[in-house]
């Protein structure tokens, strides 16, 4: 059973922009590092981006750092992870993770407990 669920994803043209979403419908993700993954096909599954819990410090992996920006809305239990001038090699399933009182200096996948099933992504023109 799924923890976390995630929302947004879609077909979108090289250059546009995305936005995904990522919510626990029964637990609050104040206390919760909050990663994004994705896994294209063929590929391992890699760790894109993270908010901290203590400080909402944020990490980018080196392949999305200045195109997308992660952020964290306490009043609907939701981090964002907003996507620009994406690339066709962005294509992938998204993953969202959740860490107990993690934070983002490393960005590991066997750290998050929690996860849902992923949305698909694809950037095709």
């Known amino acids: 059973q799924w923890q976390l669920a995630e929302s947004g994803g879609g077909l979108v043209q090289p250059g546009g922009s995305l936005r995904l979403s990522c919510t626990a419908p029964?637990?609050?993700?104040?206390?919760?590092?909050v990663g994004w993954f994705r896994q294209a096909p063929e590929k391992e599954r890699e760790g894109v981006s993270c908010i901290s819990s203590k400080d909402n410090s944020t990490y980018y992996s080196e392949s999305v750092k200045g195109r997308f920006t992660i952020s964290r809305d306490h009043a609907s239990n939701t981090v964002v992870l907003q996507m620009n001038s994406v690339k066709p090699e962005d294509t992938a399933v998204y993953y969202c993770?959740?860490?107990?009182?993690?934070?983002?200096?490393?960005?590991?996948?066997?750290?998050?407990?929690?996860w849902g099933p992923g949305t698909h992504v694809t950037v095709s023109s």
């Open positions: 029964r637990f609050s993700l104040n206390y919760y590092a």
């Open positions: 993770a959740a860490h107990f009182l993690g934070r983002c200096s490393t960005v590991v996948a066997g750290d998050f407990g929690s």
